[in-house]
């Protein structure tokens, strides 16, 4: 297969697997071996730009726990061990993480510590400790529960970030874009624990909804949040649409250009925060 990978092509059925694909990540800076446990393409939130097609509202299935080893160790073997690297990326392209992500909050799966030891052992056995990370890119619905933090305070010796999904504050907002309830309160609550067990990114997807950017009041909201924890914080991760969202939705979505998140990352700036913008 002469398949090329690229930021713009995240298509999972290009490679056989059920829990392991290979991609190309724009903000991971080259491969990341990404972990889908959301197999039924389930989520407890459906933001509106989401790429994931057939989403809907739940849990993950169960994990086949064999079959998720048995996939990880065949990628790792063929991106460590062989050629996948020079057949299918660009040259110079190198593996940067393993992430759990797929089609849903991985923090839900009942497995998912069974699954973080798996990703753990791996590590180790292919000597990857010092070379890689291991991300979780979460909307932190979990990260209070005890279950969650001990499942991932098993990496507490190797490189490790959850990346934290915060896209606004205000909860007319956050049902709008996220199409969730959730408090202010409830927000903080996660984030705090996020940080209590790993070094943490937020993460922040910024759209033009029915061509009109985040207002300054959205944009003052999110700040003002951030400023008790930004001496806690890794980055703030900014993006905006990659690909064309597959959620029904009333309202019109864009992608910002450069400029727009540019002006949006400006203002961001004063919490002395790392600001990182892709696009």
């Known amino acids: ?127 990857l400790e010092n070379k890689i990370s291991v991300r979780l890119i979460t909307n932190g619905s979990y990260l209070d529960h005890s279950a969650t933090k001990k499942a991932w305070g098993q990496l507490e010796n190797l490189n490790r970030e959850i990346w934290f999904k915060i896209d606004a504050i205000d909860p007319v907002e956050t049902k709008r874009i996220n199409q969730i309830n959730i408090s202010k309160k409830s927000i903080t609550s996660n984030l705090k624990s996020s940080i209590q067990i790993s070094p943490t990114i937020i993460q922040t997807c910024i759209l033009k909804i029915n061509n009109e950017l985040p207002s300054m009041k959205a944009i003052n909201d999110y700040i003002n949040f951030l400023k008790p924890f930004a001496d806690s914080l890794k980055a703030i991760h900014l993006y905006s649409l990659a690909r064309p969202t597959e959620q029904s939705t009333s309202d019109s979505i864009e992608r910002l250009s450069y400029d727009e998140l540019q002006l949006v990352a400006n203002n961001i700036k004063q919490l002395k925060v790392p600001v990182l913008s892709f696009i």
């Open 1 to 127: 297969m002469s398949t090329k990978l690229s930021i713009i092509n995240h298509d999972r059925r290009i490679f056989k697997g059920k829990y392991i694909y290979p991609v190309v990540s724009r903000r991971a800076g080259g491969l990341s071996i990404g972990i889908n446990l959301n197999t039924n393409s389930a989520c407890n939130w459906q933001c509106i730009y989401c790429e994931v097609p057939n989403l809907k509202r739940g849990k993950p299935e169960p994990i086949d726990l064999a079959l998720f080893k048995e996939e990880l160790i065949y990628w790792l073997n063929q991106i460590v061990h062989k050629d996948f690297l020079d057949k299918h990326t660009e040259p110079g392209t190198l593996l940067k993480d393993i992430a759990f992500s797929g089609n849903g909050e991985p923090t839900a799966a009942k497995e998912f510590a069974a699954a973080v030891k798996v990703v753990m052992e791996q590590i180790r056995s292919f000597q």
